[in-house]
């Protein structure tokens, strides 16, 4: 099994900048892709951003691309999300996720195995 704990929540204005870490243990071999995953009161989970874990190719979504960056580091066995020019709409609990999965593309939500507990990110006006 692979455990996810995710850091670096908080509240911001709009326009404001955060970075989320995800530490990663536990069977770490296993991953192949990591990403990073919203959710909003009242809405479906999203996908947000992901990492191949080893070639480093990277996938955004439409709604956050030029704004977030996602990065890792294998020596830590961490992710991050660099996230700035946040707006209110990137209100939402901040997921990280691992899959066995390679992702040079995108990968669908349910080929990620492993979630950690959540970080929550508000933004407000």
Not at 32 to 40: D, L
Not at 106 to 115: A, I
Request: proline share 2%; glycine share 10%; charged share 15%.
């Amino acid at each position: 099994q692979v455990q996810l704990v995710e850091s670096g929540g908080g509240s911001v204005q709009a326009g404001g900048s955060l970075r989320l870490s995800c530490s990663a243990s536990g069977f770490t071999y296993s991953i192949n892709c990591m990403g990073w995953f919203r959710q909003a009161p009242g809405k479906e989970r999203e996908g947000v951003a992901t990492i191949h874990w080893r070639a480093g190719a990277t996938y955004y979504a439409d709604s956050v691309k030029g704004r977030f960056t996602i990065s890792r580091d294998n020596a830590k066995n961490s992710v991050y999300l660099q996230m700035n020019s946040l707006k209110p709409e990137d209100t939402a609990m901040y997921y990280c996720a691992s899959s066995a999965v390679a992702c040079y593309n995108w990968v669908p939500t349910e080929q990620f195995s492993y979630w950690g507990q959540g970080t929550q990110v508000a933004v407000s006006s």
